[in-house]
């Protein structure tokens, strides 16, 4: 990272304190924050957060590596998360599972090359009723069939990166 | 939506604000009183009266108090909180707010849970209309000293967070580990001051409570078990969604209204309730006989129980905080043991070692997640016991 580049982040950082503020029950906001713009919450940012918390910079990672929406590496532009729980099982994820390693040319847990898709299992979403179901960043999607699968990949290339046709799209961050 | 019977539910009907007007016009230990008498139960699935809560947590001294709002519905097979904070988030926040003048809190947190994100916008709308209205912020309806005003917290992606210590570690910007309890959160809850934690349900009642009073709610249910309880459907059947039920109502009659009268086994209460098989379908979904938050799996008669018992244990193992060693390690012994039996590997001695390993997870594990994570595999092996044993390999790819 750039020097500048450091600075212009670790003022984002100063802010979001400023914003959500300096104990460490402002910890979970800043690191949501941080994830959601960033896609990941570096080591530099980790230290730099336990400073202005007061805390010590392990703290702030046991805190990182126990949540699962919480990463410490980047992941893709696109998280996909598949429901693995039951209801969404019985609906026939599996196939919608294969489909996605299929189009994407990934198994679960991994990152496309171009930075643009993660795929992971996800627990229970709450559409258990209208299974498979799957969010993809904060956005959900029910009642997926194998062949929507391409369609939904597309629709998120569409709206991010040189080739993107539209980006209003709101989950796009 | 659907309620039991013909009609809307019961929180369509609702006078919007009925409640928060008559909790206001009457003294805390009143509202109280009334809540106590209704007997409202905590919708979450654990069950607690939601008057001794309240009134621990009014009794407790403090000048800061906590109203919590656990909207961290993570149960497997659970959406009936998703659907109340799309529909009916006006009644979760008034009964939020009927909570605080009972126990003297100016505070509310919902605690939402990460998955439910795209829900977050629509909340912030609805409560920045009740600030408007004067029904959050300073001297709420006119009431002279009475200020109260609610936010909106994210979860992260974590199911023990449901738990309510956890959720308050969480809250405080900790790992997600559940607390040793007592001290219960009523007297050291949120940053060590007194918080009452309720689900997204609870509070919906809460308000319906305070506006039909609680005889109204007394008429629904039984005993031991007031009034009415929203149901997550899924599974093999013909109608899944959320309904509207009368507490007590028999697991035949519930797959009667969902079109799941073939169903070969029903997991009431998610992951961590149990499986009844088809004899007991006689049985009632109440607190005092078949307890549950509401989540109901249908299992058609052509599923595999194994891969039943199979997924909540993969989702045990993965969603267990690793704190106490009954649950990190129990988990995964007994994940293990469902696979060697659907490998037709696993001696009758040794599906004893892990009944007993089960038994022995429900006793000493810290907190309701690992206590109550061996109990679908207990059930499933317990009523299913005929299908599970000596099978024979299937070659899978």
């Known amino acids: 990272m750039l020097v500048t580049e450091r600075e212009r982040f670790r003022d984002e950082l100063h802010a979001l304190a400023d914003e959500h503020g300096h104990d460490r029950a402002a910890l979970l906001p800043i690191l949501q924050a941080v994830q959601r713009k960033h896609r990941e919450i570096s080591p530099y940012a980790m230290q730099v957060i336990a400073d202005l918390l007061g805390v010590h910079p392990v703290e702030v990672y046991s805190v990182v590596s126990f949540y699962s929406f919480l990463d410490d590496k980047p992941k893709g532009r696109f998280i996909i998360r598949l429901c693995r729980t039951i209801s969404c099982e019985l609906a026939g994820k599996q196939r919608i599972a294969r489909q996605l390693e299929n189009d994407l040319g990934i198994r679960f847990g991994e990152t496309t090359p171009d930075g643009m898709f993660t795929l992971e299992w996800g627990n229970c979403m709450g559409m258990c009723d209208q299974g498979p179901a799957m969010l993809v960043n904060d956005r959900v999607y029910t009642r997926v069939t194998p062949d929507m699968v391409a369609d939904i990949l597309q629709e998120c290339r569409d709206t991010f990166g040189l080739h993107a046709t539209h980006t209003e799209e709101e989950h796009v961050v | ?397």
């Open chain 2, 1 to 397: 939506m659907k309620a039991a019977h013909e009609g809307p539910l019961t929180f369509t009907k609702m006078e919007p604000n009925a409640g928060l007007s008559a909790a206001l016009a009457i003294s805390r230990a009143e509202v109280i009183a009334e809540v106590s008498k209704s007997g409202l139960k905590g919708r979450g699935g654990a069950g607690f009266p939601v008057g001794v809560k309240w009134n621990l947590a009014g009794a407790a001294k403090s000048d800061r108090k906590y109203v919590v709002c656990n909207a961290d519905e993570g149960e497997p097979g659970t959406f009936k909180d998703r659907v109340i904070l799309s529909d009916y988030a006006d009644l979760v926040f008034e009964g939020m707010t009927i909570g605080g003048y009972a126990i003297g809190a100016q505070h509310g947190i919902v605690y939402l849970r990460g998955e439910y994100t795209y829900l977050r916008a629509q909340l912030e709308a609805t409560l920045a209309r009740r600030r408007e209205e004067k029904l959050l912020g300073k001297n709420i309806l006119g009431k002279k000293d009475f200020d109260f005003d609610i936010e909106i917290r994210m979860g992260s992606g974590a199911y023990i967070c449901g738990e309510e210590t956890a959720l308050i570690e969480s809250l405080e910007g900790y790992r997600g580990e559940p607390r040793n309890r007592p001290p219960f959160p009523v007297d050291t809850g949120f940053i060590r001051q007194p918080t009452t934690v309720n689900n997204v349900e609870t509070l919906a009642w809460a308000a319906c409570i305070l506006a039909k009073g609680a005889d109204w709610f007394k008429g629904f249910g039984t005993e031991k078990s007031t009034g009415l309880k929203l149901f997550s459907i899924s599974g093999d059947c013909d109608r899944p969604g959320v309904y509207e039920f009368p507490m007590g109502i028999t697991v035949a009659d519930l797959l009667k209204e969902v079109g799941g009268e073939d169903a070969k086994g029903v997991q009431i209460g998610g992951a961590s309730g149990h499986c009844v098989a088809s004899s007991d379908f006689g049985r009632t979904i109440a607190y005092e006989d078949i307890s549950t938050g509401g989540s109901v799996i249908v299992f058609g008669p052509e599923r595999d129980m194994l891969d039943v018992a199979e997924n909540f244990l993969e989702f045990f193992v993965e969603e267990s905080c690793g704190q106490c060693t009954p649950c990190r390690e129990g988990n995964p012994k007994l994940l293990e043991g469902v696979r060697m039996l659907k490998e037709g590997r696993c001696s009758m001695a040794y599906l004893k070692e892990l009944l007993a390993l089960g038994e022995t997870m429900q006793l000493a594990s810290k907190c309701g997640l690992g206590q109550s994570s061996p109990n679908a595999f207990l059930s499933i092996v317990e009523n299913f016991r005929d299908e599970i044993m000596g099978r024979t390999p299937v070659q899978v790819n």
